[in-house]
């Protein structure tokens, strides 16, 4: 499978956001990536449902929606029904994961865990099979912009050999400073879905760099 790009609403500009949507829209990307975050489990605050409903309205490619929130079962439904074509839910918010990923498969929608820097990937090996997706968070969550964490990279290639075991289909998304430079060597780590916010808004040509991160292959020269 060719590896996916999620491009980053967060660092869109929030002035032109219908813009930057049809531009998503009409670029090589995949999906787009919807930090919810709600000042308590990151310290940072960023939109509710009238936004993401307002992007909604205006995508034409699958929301990944990651919720940096504490007690997120409350608003599965609510996420689902906003348009939600994925939720992924961070263990270290769920008490009660099972029971959380049953919601959120319950809402039609598809499951992810997302994984903090501190937190190794042995955690869900009596959930991996009921993941559509993890999420390994290379950065710490709550800021864009932040410089990639090394050892992201052991970590992914320790969850890609527990998937080949006990979940071949699944999905590993990789979000914090992801960009041309690391790309090649997520991909030979087992990554397959990579979300980029700066690297692409950023960018002199955000659809140019959106073909140049999907066009990378693993063989490409990588440097951390």
């Known amino acids: 499978m060719k590896h996916l790009i999620a491009p980053s609403v967060l660092s869109a500009d929030f002035a032109n956001l219908q813009r930057d949507v049809e531009m998503i829209n009409s670029s090589e990307a995949d999906w787009f990536h919807v930090d919810i975050m709600d000042g308590v489990f990151v310290p940072n605050i960023s939109f509710g449902f009238p936004v993401m409903e307002a992007i909604k309205r205006f995508a034409k490619k699958p929301l990944d929606v990651h919720l940096m929130i504490v007690n997120p079962d409350q608003y599965v439904e609510q996420f689902a029904r906003a348009g939600a074509s994925m939720i992924t839910v961070h263990y270290e918010a769920c ?91 997520l991909l030979q780590a087992g990554a397959n879905v990579l979300v980029a916010g700066n690297a692409v808004f950023a960018a002199a040509s955000p659809t140019e760099m959106i073909s140049s991160m999907k066009n990378l292959s693993a063989s490409a020269t990588a440097s951390i």
């Open 95 to 185: 008490t009660h994961l099972h029971r959380t990923i049953q919601l959120i498969h319950q809402a039609g929608v598809k499951a992810c865990v997302a994984l903090n820097p501190h937190s190794p990937v042995e955690l869900l090996s009596d959930i991996l099979g009921d993941l559509d997706m993890v999420l390994v968070m290379s950065v710490n969550p709550g800021f864009g912009g932040q410089a990639f964490i090394p050892n992201t990279l052991n970590k992914i290639s320790r969850l890609r050999a527990m998937a080949n075991q006990l979940n071949p289909d699944l999905l590993i998304e990789v979000d914090g400073g992801v960009g041309l430079h690391n790309i090649p060597a």
